[in-house]
């Protein structure tokens, strides 16, 4: 991850996001996390930041990915507002989620 904000930094938004999505599907097929998981997050805020740096038809792209990231907060916040507390098992504290 620290070498696509590397890339992103550099303006080489192609290359952090070839990275970052190869990472986040391979941690999806071999079940590391399930889609729709609070560690995957930062993976598409990276990949919203480097399809905005490619502009263009990339735009609506960026938007799936923030909508997603979104999305997955949503569900985790209503799941801990329901279950009256987070599952120890995430990887992502409460101060990145924040």
Same mark, same amino acid.
């Not at 952090?16 to 990472?23: P, T």
């Not at 071999?30 to 993976?43: A, I, R, T, Y």
């Given at each position: 991850?620290?070498?696509?904000?590397?890339?992103?930094?550099?303006?080489?938004?192609?290359?952090?996001?070839?990275?970052?999505?190869?990472?986040?599907?391979?941690?999806?097929?071999?079940?590391?996390?399930?889609?729709?998981?609070?560690?995957?997050?930062?993976?598409?805020?990276?990949?919203?930041?480097?399809?905005? *740096?490619?502009?263009?038809?990339?735009?609506?792209?960026?938007?799936?990915?923030?909508?997603?990231?979104?999305?997955?907060?949503?569900?985790?916040?209503?799941?801990?507002?329901?279950? *009256? *507390?987070?599952?120890?098992?995430?990887?992502?504290?409460?101060?990145?989620?924040?």
């Amino acid at each position: 991850m620290m070498l696509a904000k590397r890339y992103i930094i550099d303006d080489n938004f192609q290359e952090a996001h070839k990275i970052v999505f190869e990472l986040m599907r391979k941690k999806i097929n071999d079940k590391v996390f399930v889609e729709g998981s609070m560690e995957l997050l930062p993976p598409h805020f990276i990949l919203a930041e480097a399809n905005i *740096g490619m502009g263009g038809a990339k735009l609506k792209k960026a938007e799936t990915f923030l909508v997603a990231a979104y999305w997955n907060l949503l569900k985790f916040t209503s799941d801990k507002d329901e279950k *009256g *507390g987070a599952s120890d098992e995430t990887l992502v504290d409460a101060k990145e989620i924040e």
